[in-house]
Every structure is written in structure tokens, then in C-alpha cells.
């Protein structure tokens, strides 16, 4: 396990991205489970808090979040989320020394799933710190989201410098030196059941059904330019799933962070936050990502590959 966020001995910026499980739903509250997201937030400390499954009146719970954890929420009045085409939302919470210079809720024609982003200027540099929640069923329409998400960022004016953190429904595409994934085959190790299908691809060799792991939303991103902060690290992956009764996703790291190669150089540790208090909180553990507060002035339209 790891009980507690990455120790900072340098000035740095501690992100976090933190699935709440329904939050502010009546089955959170039948539950009881409130002290506990807000005893996890306040123990991580983050400079920026992405969230998902915010339910309920959005701009209400979000408010209510903030003032349980002494960030802040709004941008000139306005709450820092959105629902997209669902009852959930994701939003966006800050440290009060953290200076804002923008929100916006960036989209599409036909973009269906929930994305909120926060700009932040940094050595000059407008970083923009986005929210984002995949479709837990749609594996197909994941791809096109995926896709749809790295272009509102990525080409979005005012925008130098990109942080997108979530809960992504997906495995993540990055890969270390020898070009093999990071995150391994997990369908050997998880009973086959009937959300399988969700969230693998399968096909018959030889007259034999090949079952793995769903990459290509993860992948759409990596070509967009957006690459997992653990291939940066080339960082062992942590699950931030698995942990919660009935959970059949087990040793998934479905939430994660992707960034614009210029931010790269700045990544300085990565890390699931797995404790006792997490654990109670939600069905997903937060990730946690922690950054020199130093920006290269590369343009966003940088080199793809991190490899490279």
C-alpha cells in the first residue's frame, strides 16, 4: 500500500485525481462514506483536485467539497464543473494559493462525456489542468471521446501546456524502453464475467478465442499528443481498483494522468494513494502526481513520443 502522498523536499505542485464514487448521491450518503472522502482529500493535500462522479445539484456538492477541504471551486463566481450528457460531474478544486486564469468546459459537436479544465500560468507558461471521465460501457464511443478530449486541449488558444487527469475506463497504452506495455495483461488474472466485454477486445486465432486488454482510447491519446505520466517515470503501475467488495476489475489502473510532452521534464513522481481511509472512501483510489513547479516553453504541438 501506499499511505501517504510522495514526500516533497523541492518546490513542486501535488496533483490529484480522485473518482468519488457518486458523490452526493443518496446511495453515498446511505453509505456513509462522506468523512472519509473528505479525511482522504485533506491528507493528500493537493494543489489541484480533478474529480469525478460529482451527483446530486453539482455546483452544490462542489461547494460543499470545498468547504469541507479549504479548496476553492469557483473561477469569478462560477463552479468549476461540468455534467456533460450524464447525472454525474467532474469538476476542479484548488489550494487558495493557487491563482487561477481561466475555466472552461471545452467540447465538441457530438462530444458526449464530461470534461472540465482549469488554466493556471506557470513561468509564464497557461497550463491548462483538465477533468475527465470516460464512458464505463462504450468502449467504442471511449476511442472517439478520447480523441474529441485531446483535440479541445490540446489545440484550445491560451493553452500552452496540458494536464488531463481522470478516470479513464480503460488500460492505459504507455510503454516502457523495450516498447512492451507498462501495464500487463490483466484478463488472465481476473475471473471472466460479463463486464469483460466492456473493457477488452477479443478475437478467434486458429479457432481460439484471444481475449485482452481494450487500448485504444488510451492510444488515441498517446497519438494526440497527450502521454501517460508514468511513461514519462517509466513508473511500475499501482491499481487504483480492485479494493472495493464486488469490484471485478481487479489490479486495474484505470485513473491516471496524461500530459503534453513539454511537460516531461517536470514529472517528478506518480503514485496511488492505497490506505485504510482511501479504501472506505470509494471504489477507485486516488492518483496522485507530484511536479517541479518549472514549465518548458516548448509549444503543446511538441514531440509525441516520450521515447523519442
Request: with cysteine; hydrophobic share 40%; glycine share 8%.
Amino acid at each position: 500500500m501506499t499511505p501517504c502522498c510522495p514526500e516533497r523536499n523541492t518546490p513542486s505542485m501535488l496533483l490529484a485525481t480522485y473518482n468519488l464514487f457518486e458523490f452526493g448521491s443518496a446511495k453515498e450518503a446511505a453509505a456513509d462514506r462522506r468523512g472519509d472522502v473528505i479525511e482522504a482529500i485533506n491528507e493528500i493535500k493537493p494543489e489541484i483536485l480533478l474529480v469525478q462522479e460529482i451527483a446530486g445539484d453539482h455546483a452544490l456538492t462542489l461547494d460543499a467539497l470545498a468547504a469541507d477541504t479549504g479548496l476553492h471551486c469557483r473561477f469569478h463566481g462560477i463552479p468549476a464543473f461540468a455534467a456533460g450528457d450524464g447525472k454525474f460531474a467532474v469538476g476542479v478544486l484548488w489550494n487558495p494559493t493557487v491563482r487561477p486564469t481561466g475555466f472552461r468546459q471545452p467540447g465538441l459537436r457530438g462530444f458526449q462525456r464530461r470534461l472540465a479544465c482549469l488554466t493556471v500560468e506557470i513561468d509564464g507558461i497557461s497550463v491548462g489542468f483538465a477533468s475527465y471521465h470516460a464512458h464505463p460501457a462504450a468502449k467504442h464511443q471511449r476511442v472517439d471521446d478520447a480523441l474529441s478530449a485531446a483535440m479541445c486541449l490540446t489545440r484550445a488558444s491560451g493553452i500552452d501546456a496540458v494536464v488531463l487527469g481522470g478516470d479513464f475506463n480503460d488500460t492505459s497504452a504507455a510503454r516502457d524502453l523495450h516498447g512492451d506495455y507498462l501495464d500487463p495483461d490483466w484478463t488472465h488474472t481476473n475471473s471472466r464475467n460479463d463486464n469483460f466485454v466492456y473493457e477488452t477486445d477479443s478475437e478467434y486465432t486458429n479457432g481460439v478465442l484471444r481475449v485482452r486488454p481494450a487500448r485504444d482510447a488510451a492510444e488515441q491519446l498517446q497519438q494526440a499528443g497527450l502521454c501517460d505520466a508514468a511513461e514519462f517515470l517509466q513508473a511500475t503501475p499501482q491499481a487504483t481498483t480492485g479494493h472495493w467488495p464486488g469490484d471485478w476489475a481487479q489490479g486495474l489502473r484505470k485513473d491516471r494522468f496524461h500530459l503534453t510532452v513539454n511537460l516531461r521534464d517536470s514529472v517528478r513522481e506518480l503514485a496511488t494513494v492505497d490506505n485504510a481511509t482511501t479504501r472506505r472512501a470509494s471504489d477507485h483510489l486516488p492518483a496522485v502526481l507530484d511536479f517541479h513547479e518549472h514549465v518548458s516553453a516548448l509549444p503543446v504541438t511538441g514531440k509525441r513520443n516520450p521515447q523519442s
